[in-house]
C-alpha cells in the first residue's frame, strides 16, 4: 500500500507569499496520476491538479504542480484571499487504488 | 450542467444499515470510474469503493465485506449500501467521478451526505 505523507502539517503564509506543499510517497508514484485538490470548510473538495502537472478546467495559473516518482510539489506562486484552505495530494495506482495523504493547512498569518 | 447529488445519510444504530444515492445529470454514470469518499468529522479523506466502467468492484479494506457499490444506469444513479455500521464508519460521504476520462482524479464531486452511527 502507498502512503502518502504531506508537509507541513500547516503553513502560515501572507497574502502576495508564494506557497510550497509537499507530497512524498512511500514508493514511486505514477505521475499521470498523482492529484491535488483544495477543500474549504463545509465545501467538496475541488480538483486543482491532475497528473502531477495539468491544471484542471478553471483553476488559475497561479497553481502549478510539479515532481516524479515519490516526490511532488504544489505550487501557488502568489496567494490570495481564497487560497487559504486545507489541501490534499492523492494518488491512483493498485489497491487500495486511491490513496489521499493528511492535509496541508494553508492559513493566513 | 454536470452535477452529483448524494442523498440518504443519517443517524443509525451500531450494527444498522443505510443506502446512499447518488445522482447524476449531465454525463453517464456507467461511462465513468465512480466512487465514494468520506470524510470523518475533523479528519482527512478516505476512499471507500469504486465501481468502473465495466461493472468491476472493489473496496477499501476498512468497509470490504461491509458495504457494496452499485449503480442504476436506468436512473443514473450509483448507490452505497452499508451494513454491520460502526462508530467509526461516522463521516460525511461524497460521491465522486474519476475523470472524464480515467485520470485517476476525481473532478466532480457531489455535496456530500452525512451519515452518524450512534446508538
Known amino acids: 500500500e502507498i502512503v502518502l505523507t504531506q508537509s507541513p502539517g500547516t503553513l502560515s503564509l501572507s497574502p502576495g507569499e508564494r506557497a510550497t506543499l509537499s507530497c512524498r510517497a512511500s514508493?514511486?508514484?505514477?505521475?499521470?496520476?498523482l492529484a491535488w485538490y483544495q477543500q474549504k470548510p463545509g465545501q467538496a473538495p475541488r480538483l486543482l491538479i491532475y497528473?502531477?502537472?495539468s491544471r484542471a478546467t478553471g483553476i488559475p495559473d497561479r497553481f502549478s504542480g510539479s515532481g516524479s516518482g515519490t516526490d511532488f510539489t504544489l505550487t501557488i506562486s502568489r496567494l490570495e484571499p481564497e487560497d487559504f484552505a486545507v489541501y490534499y495530494c492523492?494518488?491512483?495506482?493498485?489497491?487500495?487504488?486511491?490513496?489521499f495523504g493528511q492535509g496541508t493547512k494553508l492559513e493566513i498569518k | 450542467e454536470v452535477q452529483l447529488v448524494e442523498s440518504g445519510g443519517g443517524l443509525v444504530q451500531p450494527g444498522g444499515s443505510l443506502r446512499l444515492s447518488c445522482a447524476a445529470s449531465g454525463f453517464t454514470v456507467s461511462s465513468n470510474y465512480m466512487s465514494w469518499v468520506r470524510q470523518a468529522p475533523g479528519k482527512g479523506l478516505e476512499w471507500v469503493s469504486v465501481?468502473?466502467?465495466?461493472?468491476?468492484?472493489y473496496y477499501a479494506d476498512s468497509v470490504k465485506g461491509r458495504f457494496t457499490i452499485s449503480r442504476d444506469n436506468s436512473k443514473n444513479t450509483l448507490y452505497l449500501q452499508m451494513n454491520s455500521l460502526r462508530a467509526e464508519d461516522t463521516a460525511v460521504y461524497y460521491c465522486a467521478r474519476d475523470g472524464p476520462p480515467t485520470i485517476g482524479a476525481f473532478d466532480i464531486w457531489g455535496q456530500g451526505t452525512m451519515v452518524t452511527v450512534s446508538s
Open positions: 497528473g502531477a502537472s
Open positions: 514508493q514511486s508514484v505514477s505521475s499521470s496520476y
Open positions: 492523492q494518488q491512483y495506482g493498485s489497491s487500495p487504488f486511491y490513496t
Open positions: 465501481i468502473y466502467s465495466g461493472g468491476s468492484t
